[in-house]
């Protein structure tokens, strides 16, 4: 490969400053160190990916900290190669050049300052690798930072990364992280996100929802979520790369936040850890489009200090109406997520875009990638939060007109923001014509209704519900396209026929993590036996090794796994990846005690590993402790909430030994996690029906017509359940009511037409029992 590593700080000095800690420092870095495992002689590896002002600073901020301790820690940052810097702009680099002494000495003394004067002159065209190399940021000149290490070449950035700093916008993290993802195809270890991006996407399709950063990059790289965190605060780039004192929270698992939190404290920037993802992050997209709006008020009031806090009360309580649409409980406006958004709305880019459109200097044919200041992710996050919260299947009662409507309709800043910038359907001015609209509720009148009814909407966060297996052992549950699914068996054919392409077979088999156990049996085998064909996979020799273990484990071929698991041992030792294998083996084998050890070790050092923690379900359940298994996968959905699996094995458990109430439980977790899957809604019903009393029958009933809303009418247990639970209330109440009278008449005419066209011959049969049932 071709280096491409351009720069880098050669010395122990940030920003001015000297660094006297360096005890307590090297403590930190220690740890971080042995939580991520790293041998004595490999150093920790952390790469930021993107290079604006938030991301150059992140990654300087820790340059300055730790950079002198090279033999343990390596801080880089990647950026695209090629993107020149016009002359204007080396033209005012050149003047902060020469108003910073320190920075003219540290230039003159890498010998980096002359090309600088000729690009002053004309005569050279810099390039924004090239000066921030030398610690210039294109979107942030005014405030040079420490020099950098700067790498062009994503592949050669993130490889072997520990840690990454993703400081790209939001509409860029999925293009740079599914090539990232590409090239971490085969890794063994699983390195640590940190997400800096604030901005959203909106999918309409199949259900509308978000999309925060984090789920892009969970998606784009296979990374489980628990591995991947978001860090916000009150941070202006530049003011805090100048010591200005300012915190931040980081949000994201238990095992990762808390040293993180740590390990990137400093005495000008404090750091606290938070569970609350999902509140952070949308947060983070919403106050970047009320942030346009505020500069907008700002330009256009002459800096009103008094129209300035009438928009913030008026936007602060549509943020709060809003993320209680996406979060069940989210975390109230305050502390670090409200100064967030108050220094957002004072001084950040996306203000500063609002003011400039409101006077005029710019304007909306000129996009939102703004020279000198990066790309204005509010745009594109109002068109989002406006096409999601104007679907009408989401509406809410509205609170004076007592009607259903879209949830956008109770956000009329955000309304006119879409206007303004989007549909382009009225001037700047009409911000101030939404503030000033005598109709407009009061503030605390939309928190007080977010705060008070159940607005939560678990499917607009449908991909945070999806949580990537950590393992990547080919557990994962994935849908095949039908185009897979062809190639797939033309290969398989081809392969059983002695047609070659074993490797390509077993290769489609992994990446479309489906089992196959018994064929890749066959013809890993065949591959791994022969040195020759053996070879001349290279690294990929080592991912045969693990398929053919797991696949020798289903088919209790214990005698290959063991082998094969051996191979990987002496190649990886002490790898918890060949660990999990090897405690697998123990439990085919029946030794459960010896299984249970190696689980409970291996998730002493990983609490997150959802793989293990099923295993030791089933391995309860292969045992007969049906208890057990209870216990365990209740501690496992303590912190995989959203593994919509796991709900329902749980329930059928409790089904199975009667637990009804437990069981119900179980499925309004799944109800509020997946509202559109019919199935939930009928289990629901089951049990609810199954534990009878008025109050359980009459919600029974509401989930068997849900049921048939879901499946457009077609479900005949639905309609039964109808039936059997209008009979069985009329008998608890002493007679039907009107409305039951009606339901229930016509489930019993839909099931008569059901039957005579499915099943002609039981129609009588079907008659008879509606009449038992009083039906006829």
Known sequence: MVGTEIGGSDNAYGNGLIQTNNGSLEVKVDELRQLLGKSDDDPLRIVSVGAGAWGSVFAAMLQDAYGHLRDKIQIRIWRRGGRSVDRTTA????????SREDVLRRLIRRCAYLKYVEARLGDRTLYADEILKDGF?????????????????????????????????STETHEVFEEIGNYWKERITVPVIISLSKGIEAELEPEPHIITPTQMISRSTGISMENILYLGGPNIASEVYNKEYANARICGAEKWRKPLAKFLRQPHFTVWDNGDLVTHEVMGGLKNVYAIGAGMVAS???????????????????????????????????????????????????????????????????????????????VSAVKAFYELLSQSHLSILHPDEKKPVA?????????????????????????LQALRDETMNDPRDRIEMAQTHAFYRPSLLAGALISPDLSRLNLQIKMVSKTEESQLQQLENQVENGGGGAWEYLSLVRKLKL??????????????NDPKKRSALGPDEWNLYEQVATAALDCQCLEVAKDCIKVLQKKFPG??????????????KGSWDEAEKAYSSLLEDNALDQVISMRRVAMAKARGDILGAIDWLNKYLEIFMADHDAWRELAEIYVSLQMYKQAAFCYEELILSQPMIPLHHLAYADVLYTMGGLENLQTAKKYYASTIELTGGKNTRALYGICLCTSAIAQLTKGKNNEDKEISTLAAAALEKDYKQSSPDKVSLLASTLKTMKLQ
């Open 91 to 98: 033209q005012h680099l050149f003047d902060v050049i020469n």
């Open 575 to 588: 790898s918890k990846r060949v660990g999990r294998l090897e405690a697998m083996l123990l439990e085919a």
């Open 407 to 431: 949830p956008v309709e109770l956000c009329p800043i955000l309304k006119t923001l879409h206007k303004i910038l989007i549909s382009r359907e009225v001037p700047s001015q009409a911000i």
């Open 515 to 528: 089992r196959r156990s018994d064929k890749v049996l066959k013809h890993g085998l065949a591959l791994l």
């Open 300 to 378: 256009l009031t002459k800096e009103s200090a008094t129209s300035k806090s009438v928009y913030f009360a008026h936007c602060t309580s549509e943020m709060i109406f809003i993320t209680h649409l996406l979060a069940k409980n989210p975390e109230k406006l305050a502390g670090p997520l409200l100064a967030d958004t108050y220094v957002t709305l004072l001084k950040g880019r996306n203000a500063w875009y609002g003011q400039k459109l409101a006077n005029g200097e710019l304007t909306l044919d000129m996009g939102d990638s703004i020279k000198g200041k990066g790309m204005i992710q509010g």
């Open 137 to 169: 940021c294109l979107n942030m000149i005014d405030t040079p930072i420490c020099p950098l290490k700067v790498v062009t070449n994503l592949q050669e950035a993130v490889w072997d990364a520990d840690i990454v700093i993703n400081g790209l916008p």
